[in-house]
């Protein structure tokens, strides 16, 4: 059942149930050593962007795509993702691939985050309608393994 909510410059109609009882299914994620530390890091994010996650039905251990890049910072990866969740947007900017500014996105904590109708990656039974949530993180380095092996 689709209920609204805002997120800070968007209002959102969602389905977080639907979308919960996709993301609980397996599904398949990178293991390679860059992709498991943002899987182990996920599980150390705090409140509000876990709220986030949490309120649009997403496990945030299960992005759709990733990708990972050196960091300046010591100790931290910059990650770039998607995640999708049964939703649409009724007020508020979209971001695109080309166009990820100040006006469609918003910062969480560690997170930059916009929402798309640019999708990539769904899985083809993903419930409609579809949204996505498009982030860049700097997260930190947690696994035991040195990140430059």
Not at 72 to 100: K, P
């Amino acid at each position: 059942m689709l209920q609204q909510i805002r997120i800070e410059k968007w209002l959102l109609e969602i389905d977080p149930i639907k979308t919960r009882e996709f993301y609980r299914k397996d599904m398949d994620v990178c293991n390679c050593l860059y992709c498991l530390n943002y899987v182990e890091s996920t599980k150390l994010l705090k409140t509000p962007i876990s709220d986030i996650f949490n309120e649009l039905g997403i496990l945030p251990e299960k992005p759709a795509h990733l990708s990972d890049f050196p960091s300046e910072e010591v100790g931290t990866r910059i990650y770039m993702g998607d995640y999708h969740f049964v939703g649409r947007v009724l007020e508020g900017e979209l971001c695109t691939v080309s166009n990820f500014n100040e006006m469609n996105t918003i910062q969480v904590e560690n997170f930059t985050l916009g929402f798309t109708e640019e999708l990539v990656f769904v899985p083809e039974e993903f419930p409609s309608p579809v949204l996505q949530l498009s982030f860049e993180s700097n997260m930190p380095w947690v696994l035991k393994e040195n990140q430059e092996d």
